[in-house]
């Protein structure tokens, strides 16, 4: 591949994710120039070598630069839920907790927050 490095076919997790008969795939890549449409033309070229049968369909591209990451704090290296102030707590990206990462790892440190304050 010229630029794809990853693809994970979410519907082996999850089928309800797409029609009867069909899958979602998801496929990343690197952005290695500041040309986006010539990186965006590799990585459709991609997918073209990889399935050359053309049975599919790319429903949406997205891409992000290194000011914009994926995850602000790798998972398991973050300040935790607590704060000094009494009944306040933190959730979200920073605050993951060990063992999550992006909106699963959110959720994660949100079953942590409520299991501390009792509920849930
Ligand atoms: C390109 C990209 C693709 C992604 N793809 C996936 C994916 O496929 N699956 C997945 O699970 N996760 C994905 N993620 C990760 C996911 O988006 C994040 O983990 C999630 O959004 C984090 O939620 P959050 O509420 O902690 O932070 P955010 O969603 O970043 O929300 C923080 C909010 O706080 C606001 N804010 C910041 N500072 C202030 C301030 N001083 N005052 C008031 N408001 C402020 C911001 O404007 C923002 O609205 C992706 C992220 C990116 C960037």
Known sequence: MQRINGINE???A???LAPPGKHLVMSHQAVVSDDLAHEIA???GDLKKLFPDKKYEVLLIQSY???WPVNRVS???DIGYRTPVRNLYIVGDGAKGKGGIEVEGVA???GNV???M???
């Open 10 to 12: 979410v519907t082996n």
């Open 14 to 16: 999850d089928p309800s």
């Open 42 to 44: 590799l990585g459709l």
């Open 65 to 67: 630069s290194g000011g």
């Open 75 to 77: 998972s398991g290296s």
């Open 108 to 110: 994660l440190g949100v």
């Open 114 to 116: 409520m299991k501390e």
């Open 118 to 120: 009792g509920v849930g």
